[in-house]
């Protein structure tokens, strides 16, 4: 049996629910709740046959770590997480295929964020950097909604190693900085391409730097000087996504 973590808010309970029930081996709900989707969501794992717990909210609070998980907790089989090698072997074999890397993210709440948008692209793989946050953390579930649970992810110790082998397979490394002077609309992201971001307070590490093939910024023309990483994360892989629709 693998590991379990735990996940919670309506939204990510009900994806797993729906996309992976085979995972959920418990559902922990508010007792007397009155939310008319928690109790569809009661009902449809009754029918599926999944054990149901009604519980108290300090124990909801204990398993999830938070005040905000809307009444209900699921217990989850964690999903496989690639390494190096069985990341290079999946993709490989796909198509010019999309990589999000994040280079050293230590907020799970923007983790969670990029993993929203990474899934709703249909980004191939997301690539954290080993020993940063844990993905068990509920926070990261809940701010992407579930998607952290249902998106191809691999965990790689060294990341600079691990982009040599995704040249070998015929990526194009592009990196983000506010130090960039080429706007990232310029950049062909048709073709095998790893989108790097780096962490909130100092950027791509300079070692993954010199990696990169490019280097692009988003232009800012207000007041402020920068963007939060999960919105740039968003708006480099929506033009990634529009340009591949192009064509």
């Known amino acids: 049996m693998g590991k ?3 996940i919670y808010g ?3 309970v009900l ?3 729906t996309h992976h029930a085979e995972r959920v081996s418990q559902i922990y709900f508010l007792e007397k709740t009155n939310n008319p989707r928690i109790k569809n969501i009661i009902k449809e794992a009754d029918q599926k046959g999944l054990r149901l717990s009604h519980v108290s909210k300090d124990v909801l609070e204990e398993l ?3 005040k905000k998980n809307q009444g209900i907790v699921a217990e989850i089989d964690q999903r496989n997480l690639f390494d190096s090698k069985t990341a290079i072997a999946y993709l490989s074999n796909i198509d010019d295929p999309v990589v999000l890397i994040l280079d050293d993210l230590d907020d799970p709440r923007n983790i969670g964020a990029c993993f929203r948008t990474a899934n709703a ?3 191939d793989m997301v690539v954290l950097s080993k020993n940063r946050v844990s993905l068990e953390s509920p926070i990261i579930s809940k701010v992407s909604s579930g998607a952290s649970e249902l998106t191809n992810t691999a965990i790689i110790s060294n990341l600079s190693q691990f982009i040599d082998r995704l040249k070998d397979i015929g990526f194009w490394i592009c990196g983000t900085s506010g130090d960039s002077t080429t706007d990232f609309r310029t950049i062909d992201y048709t073709q095998s391409t790893a989108i790097i971001m780096g962490s909130e307070a100092k950027g791509m590490r300079r070692l993954t ?3 990169c093939d490019h280097v692009v910024s988003i232009p800012i023309n207000g007041e402020v000087d920068s963007l939060n990483v ?4 968003g708006v480099i892989l929506y033009e ?3 340009q591949r629709q192009s064509i």
Do not use: G, H
């Not at 999960?230 to 994360?233: D, G, H, L, T, Y």
């Open 4 to 6: 379990r973590v735990f």
């Open 10 to 12: 309506i939204n990510p």
């Open 15 to 17: 994806e797993a629910l």
């Open 64 to 66: 999830s770590f938070t």
């Open 121 to 123: 692209v249909k980004v």
């Open 209 to 211: 730097e010199k990696k």
């Open 230 to 233: 999960s919105v740039s994360c």
């Open 240 to 242: 990634a996504v529009r």
